[in-house]
């Protein structure tokens, strides 16, 4: 049986049910990953964030970032742009996960390569520039953690909830929600596997710190998106818009960046 869209959405109005009830406001950021240049693809995403007025953080490739992006993002005003690491280049052996920010090359080298793109970044984007580090693939060594404050950085954001790891002054501002299916299409996720993903974050938010739940990160890839993750994109926005449990925040808003 085929769900009208307000029956597919009744679980996540459940729970935000809930939120009213204790007074909580359920907070929302978008970080999009894999930006160098203005494409077809980046200008839907703005036209959608900008349709229901959703901030969004791109996570920029320093090394391959165009003076082209810099020229539009002048004018698209929502967004704002984190560093993607350096040259998203993995490092890794063929029988480890991907990763550029592992110990693979040596410490010094990697922090080198962050503050320049760290530097390039800044230069290009001025006042748009989020000074947020979005390790690629989600992935950075630990050990390079606490060297960060002293690159400029002032959060990092990686997926899922933040493990213990050695003491440092970043803010951890996350993603929770992956809309797409990197192990099967590599398109979107089907709505009701977000949905459940989606509350099922929400819940873990509130267990967390039952006064102030920490933000929610939804992640999502421009360049990848098919009708389902945009669908899944517009239609969340579109229930945010009629809900006033959730506000969607920048990442510089939730981290105080
Ligand atoms: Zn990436």
């Known amino acids: 049986m085929i769900k009208t869209q307000a029956e597919a959405w009744a679980p996540l109005k459940n729970e935000l049910e809930v939120w009213s009830q204790k007074g909580l ?5 978008l970080r999009d990953d894999d930006a160098i240049e203005v494409t077809p693809a980046l200008e839907q995403l703005d036209d959608l964030c900008s349709q229901f007025n959703v901030p969004y953080t791109i996570a920029t490739i320093p090394s391959l ?27 890794a052996p063929s029988d480890e996960k991907k990763c550029e920010l592992g110990l693979h090359r040596g410490e010094q080298k990697i922090l080198d390569e962050l503050a320049e793109g760290f530097e390039i970044l800044t230069n290009i984007f001025g006042a748009q520039m989020a000074p947020l580090l ?74 967390l710190n039952p006064t102030q739940p920490p933000a929610i990160g939804v992640l999502s890839h421009h360049l990848v998106h098919d009708e389902l993750a945009w669908n899944f994109l517009e239609e969340l926005m579109s229930f945010s818009a009629k809900n006033n449990q959730i506000a969607w925040k920048s990442a510089k808003q939730i981290a105080q960046l």
């Open 25 to 29: 406001e359920a907070q929302l950021w």
């Open 65 to 91: 970032t165009t003076q082209g992006l810099a020229q539009w993002a002048a004018s698209h005003t929502l967004g704002h742009y984190a560093v993607h690491g350096f040259s998203h280049t993995n490092h």
């Open 134 to 207: 979005v390790p690629p693939w989600n992935r950075i060594d630990t050990a390079l953690v606490p060297h960060l404050s002293a690159l400029g950085f002032k959060g990092l954001s990686t997926y899922g909830w933040p493990k213990p790891s050695e003491p440092h002054d970043l803010a951890i501002i996350n993603t929770h929600i992956d809309i797409i299916d990197w192990k099967g299409s590599r398109g979107g996720l089907p709505r009701k596997v977000l949905i459940d993903n989606l509350v099922e974050a929400l819940q873990t938010a509130r267990a």
